[in-house]
């Protein structure tokens, strides 16, 4: 028996308003000496980790994505050779912690790493926090969306829609999260009360996120 069928994509849209930021950190620096280089990156990683917890970020909550250590060259002619010369080992420590939407923390964390010795670089970027379920309601409109579709085209078409033989959804990555700041450089002691404060008054835009997912309905 021949099932004649219908197979059509629907497409989801959703608008999130962000709830989490996350800040993003990267230490750097040279030392001649391996050991110093070592010594080096622990010391700026404990006075970044000490003045986050000053403003209320638990050290704990403050984890590491990346590190390296690698010897660093730099290159020079001589006589009309190049030749490289060696400059130390440089060490890359970058590092993250997430938080609830707080503009007035957020201040107090801006001033934390500006005032901090070890001069971070930093990020910010706005993320949602219960992201399975808006996965769920994206997925939900992309399948009432195919649904509208098919029953337009059924309608049109003078034909009836009747049960579902397929669905085919890739579980593809979706996004939710957006950066506004990138790579901020903080400005290393601009001041020494542990209490300095900088005034924040960012309002992130709504994350847009999109999927697909393709059914097959029979029709009669």
Same mark, same amino acid.
């Given at each position: 028996?021949?099932?004649?069928?219908?197979?059509?994509?629907? +497409?989801?849209?959703?608008?999130?308003?962000?709830?989490?930021? =996350?800040?993003?950190?990267?230490?750097?620096?040279?030392?001649?000496?391996?050991?110093?280089?070592?010594?080096?990156?622990?010391?700026?990683?404990?006075?970044?980790?000490?003045?986050?917890? +000053?403003?209320?970020?638990?050290?704990?909550?403050?984890?590491?994505?990346?590190?390296?250590?690698?010897?660093?060259?730099?290159?020079?002619?001589? +006589?009309?050779?190049?030749?490289?010369?060696?400059?130390?080992?440089?060490?890359?420590?970058?590092?993250?912690?997430?938080?609830?939407?707080? +503009?007035?923390?957020?201040?107090?964390?801006?001033?934390?790493?500006?005032? =901090?010795?070890?001069?971070?670089?930093?990020?910010?970027?706005?993320?949602?926090?219960?992201?399975?379920?808006?996965?769920?309601?994206?997925?939900?409109?992309?399948?009432?969306?195919?649904?509208?579709?098919?029953?337009?085209?059924?309608?049109?078409?003078?034909?009836?829609?009747?049960?579902?033989?397929?669905?085919?959804?890739?579980?593809?990555?979706?996004?939710?999260?957006?950066?506004?700041?990138?790579?901020?450089?903080?400005?290393?002691?601009?001041?020494? =009360?542990?209490?300095?404060?900088?005034?924040?008054?960012?309002?992130?835009?709504?994350?847009?996120?999109?999927?697909?997912?393709?059914?097959?309905?029979?029709?009669?």
């Amino acid at each position: 028996m021949n099932i004649r069928t219908i197979r059509v994509t629907g +497409k989801g849209l959703l608008k999130i308003k962000p709830d989490q930021t =996350c800040i993003f950190m990267d230490l750097e620096g040279v030392e001649e000496k391996y050991e110093d280089t070592v010594r080096r990156s622990s010391e700026d990683t404990k006075a970044v980790k000490d003045a986050l917890e +000053k403003v209320g970020i638990a050290q704990e909550n403050v984890r590491t994505t990346s590190f390296d250590i690698e010897p660093q060259y730099e290159g020079y002619e001589e +006589k009309g050779v190049w030749k490289q010369a060696f400059k130390g080992y440089r060490f890359t420590h970058s590092l993250r912690f997430v938080f609830d939407m707080d +503009k007035e923390l957020l201040g107090k964390i801006f001033g934390a790493l500006a005032a =901090c010795p070890a001069n971070p670089q930093f990020r910010v970027s706005y993320r949602v926090k219960d992201q399975e379920s808006a996965k769920k309601l994206l997925l939900a409109s992309a399948v009432s969306d195919a649904k509208e579709k098919a029953e337009i085209l059924t309608l049109a078409a003078g034909v009836s829609l009747k049960e579902i033989r397929h669905i085919d959804y890739s579980f593809g990555a979706v996004q939710m999260e957006v950066m506004p700041m990138n790579r901020l450089k903080a400005a290393g002691g601009v001041a020494c =009360c542990a209490d300095y404060e900088m005034s924040v008054d960012m309002n992130p835009e709504d994350i847009e996120v999109s999927d697909t997912v393709t059914v097959v309905w029979e029709i009669g």
